[in-house]
């Protein structure tokens, strides 16, 4: 298998059609994962199947990245300014989604349709507690392209933004939760009831423990240095996250949470912060990007995408609901701007990003195998809807409100 062939046909099919997505005024995941599907060795045949057995590597570096990014967005000056407004919208609107979903999937899976599987009542927790932590996250890169396109100004695109950046976080926390309870719910060994509350806060409080020590490793290794080159500093960043992924899965605690802590560290502690954050969106952020939604779109199985369809727009109706609704509430008692309270939650629709990763994450877990198809297809089917039709959207929302 000549895997550098193949690596260069996966990394250059995914740009180009990423070029073409914006093209036609559409994100750039849209095009990356279309390039996957495109790809997919179920479709044409062009990359082995044997390959994706060899992507893991890529896909948790890329997610090291990109969880380290979203916990640089926790600048301590920056979530004191934020206001209570924000606070309120995102903890309603991503916890809600997250309930909503899983309880409308509750009902969904043991009365109506299972895609196929034989679904035991373990299963049916573990897919839609799964499913409701994956309801949580917001890519705000839709929603940044129409403001910027279309020049908007005003308390609801300002709202809007905030909001995106803080609610990766939450969900990110529903995630490691409710992977904790589907593997108690789908393990076939005796298991005392509290153990996945132990295991979830070890996992948490690990996680963040690894995060925080390797954040401030590596806040003084740079300045120990003083190697404030953009070649250094690339070489900084990619080896002191793959220590921290790396320590973290060692230790059976949470990667993610620990990429994500060190992170927050990093741009509240390191006096070169702007610059590393600046580098990884300039120089390594596109390559990240155009890698891993690429593969994630190879990884789509076409079979259960077939028998899935209701099950995403079931998934695409609880999150919509979870998130108007979570709006609402959080606007109402933070007594927000009526335009913002009207409005905002259609700025919030767009999803990708993270949750693709997330998602690709139960690929990796035994005890999950059995249900991870179904939710990959889920998840890669709702991110294009919601991705297709999240710009227009929220073009409609600000528009409404007289921003643009």
């Given at each position: ?7 260069g046909?996966i990394?250059?099919?995914g740009?180009?059609?990423?070029e073409?997505a914006?093209?036609?005024?559409l994100?750039?995941?849209?095009g990356?994962?279309?390039a ?11 990359i082995p199947n044997?390959?994706l ?6 896909t ?8 380290f990014?979203?916990?640089g ?26 309930i909503i979903?899983?309880i409308?999937?509750?009902i ?10 034989v679904?035991?009542?373990?299963l ?9 932590s994956?309801a949580?996250p ?13 020049k908007a ?12 950046a803080f609610?990766?976080i939450f969900?990110?926390?529903?995630f ?10 789908t393990?076939?060994t ?10 979830t ?5 690990g996680?963040?423990?690894i995060?925080v020590a390797?954040?401030?490793l ?6 120990f240095?003083k190697k ?9 960043i990619f ?9 973290a899965k060692w230790?059976g ?5 620990a990429?994500?802590a060190?992170?927050v ?8 912060r ?6 990884i ?8 990007f ?8 190879m990884?789509?199985?076409?079979t259960?995408l077939s028998s899935s369809y209701?099950?995403?727009i079931?998934f695409?109706?609880?999150?919509i ?6 709006t609402?509430l959080?606007?109402?008692?933070s007594?927000?701007d009526p335009?913002v309270?009207?409005f905002?939650a259609?700025g919030?629709?767009p999803?990708?990003?993270?949750v693709?990763?997330l998602v690709?994450?139960?690929q990796?877990?035994?005890g999950?195998?059995?249900?991870a ?5 889920v998840i890669i089917?709702?991110?294009?809807i919601?991705e297709?039709?999240g710009?227009?959207?929220a073009?409609?929302?600000?528009k409404k409100?007289k921003e643009?």
């Amino acid at each position: 298998m000549n895997a550098l062939l193949f690596s260069g046909i996966i990394i250059f099919t995914g740009f180009l059609f990423g070029e073409l997505a914006e093209l036609i005024k559409l994100p750039k995941v849209t095009g990356y994962i279309i390039a996957g599907i495109v790809l997919n060795p179920q479709l044409f045949g062009i990359i082995p199947n044997n390959l994706l057995q060899h992507t893991q590597v890529i896909t948790n570096f890329s997610l090291a990245f990109i969880t380290f990014s979203v916990g640089g967005n926790l600048l301590w000056t920056k979530v004191k300014a934020m206001g209570k407004t924000v606070l309120w919208i995102t903890i309603f609107e991503s916890e809600l989604a997250f309930i909503i979903t899983f309880i409308g999937f509750v009902i969904y899976f043991t009365f109506f349709d299972n895609a196929g599987m034989v679904l035991t009542s373990g299963l049916i927790i573990a897919m839609s507690v799964l499913l409701g932590s994956l309801a949580s996250p917001t890519d705000p890169s839709a929603t940044l392209a129409v403001k910027h396109e279309y020049k908007a100004k005003g308390v609801v695109s300002d709202t809007i933004m905030e909001i995106s950046a803080f609610d990766d976080i939450f969900g990110i926390i529903n995630f490691t939760i409710a992977i904790a309870i589907a593997k108690f719910y789908t393990s076939t060994t005796e298991i005392d009831l509290s153990s996945p509350f132990i295991n979830t806060s070890i996992e948490i409080l690990g996680g963040i423990g690894i995060g925080v020590a390797v954040g401030y490793l590596f806040s003084y290794t740079v300045n120990f240095f003083k190697k404030e080159t953009d070649g250094a500093l690339i070489v900084m960043i990619f080896s002191f996250l793959a220590l921290c992924f790396g320590i973290a899965k060692w230790l059976g605690v949470d990667e993610l949470l620990a990429t994500m802590a060190m992170g927050v560290v990093v741009v509240n502690v390191s006096n070169a912060r702007e610059k590393i954050f600046s580098i990884i969106e300039k120089y390594t952020e596109e390559l990240v990007f155009v890698a891993f939604f690429t593969i994630s779109g190879m990884h789509l199985n076409f079979t259960v995408l077939s028998s899935s369809y209701l099950i995403i727009i079931a998934f695409v109706i609880f999150r919509i609901i979870g998130k108007t609704t979570g709006t609402t509430l959080g606007a109402i008692i933070s007594k927000a701007d009526p335009k913002v309270k009207k409005f905002a939650a259609f700025g919030l629709f767009p999803q990708g990003g993270i949750v693709i990763g997330l998602v690709l994450v139960v690929q990796s877990i035994d005890g999950l195998k059995p249900i991870a198809d179904v939710l990959t297809a889920v998840i890669i089917g709702a991110t294009v809807i919601h991705e297709l039709f999240g710009p227009i959207l929220a073009k409609f929302a600000l528009k409404k409100a007289k921003e643009i």
